[in-house]
């Protein structure tokens, strides 16, 4: 039987404590960078995390930082530009190569194909269960459509993403139902690493992040 033991929350402002600071370069940043380059900007208020635009998937794994088990919430903001907007968040990495992540493409939020209204909010364990296998033999099982059903793909969402031994569930902007809730695919993760994450062509901006870790009896 698992049992579940919450931490204090850890408000991880790291670079996105909100001032009148100039703009920090990746070199200032609390971060471990793979295949992107970084920087902090400011929007009025707003401290923001910008990603570059490359080919390939790109991380910013967050330093002195680990993650099994808890609640991961940030604000992501893509573009509405078809397959050069991928985005969210990347956890129990071992390295690169290997980790699970939960991403959304915005450029899928509203669009007028209904298949790909289902392929907005994504699930993979890479590199074993990337997207095209688990659509290939788990069709719409570990993807979904956005819900509330109503959010502009150029505008910032939030996400809340809960994890709880081998079960991950993704809320979007406050809503209580989820948009999705699959099973891990690495129900023992060795792995620790947590950090922001984009895919192939994608740039992207991700602000306010909040991890809120919880002891688990596995």
């Not at 401290?47 to 570059?52: D, E, K, N, Q, V």
Request: hydrophobic share 35%; proline share 4%.
């Amino acid at each position: 039987m698992k049992s579940f033991y919450p931490l204090i929350a850890i408000l991880l402002l790291l670079s996105f404590k909100a001032s009148a600071q100039t703009a920090k370069s990746q070199e200032q940043l609390p971060y471990t960078v793979h295949n992107r380059t970084i920087e902090q900007i400011t929007e009025g208020d707003l401290a923001i995390l910008r990603f570059s635009e490359a080919n390939g998937a790109g991380l910013a794994w967050i330093k002195n930082t680990e993650f099994t088990d808890g609640t991961i919430e940030f604000d992501a903001r893509g573009r509405n530009v078809l397959q050069k907007s991928f985005l969210g968040i990347a956890l129990h990495g071992k390295d690169n190569e290997t980790y699970e992540t939960i991403y959304l493409r915005p450029f899928n939020f509203q669009a007028t194909d209904s298949t790909r209204r289902v392929h907005a909010v994504q699930y993979a364990f890479e590199p074993k269960f990337g997207f095209q296998q688990l659509r290939n033999t788990h069709k719409d099982q570990y993807e979904s459509a956005i819900l509330p059903a109503n959010i502009n793909p150029s505008d910032w969402f939030h996400v809340k993403v809960e994890v709880k031994a081998d079960q991950i569930t993704v809320f979007l902007n406050g809503n209580k139902q989820p948009c999705l809730e699959v099973k891990s695919l690495n129900p023992n993760p060795s792995g620790k690493m947590i950090g922001f994450w984009v895919g192939n062509s994608s740039n992207g901006d991700f602000a306010n992040f909040k991890l809120t870790k919880y002891k688990v009896s596995r």
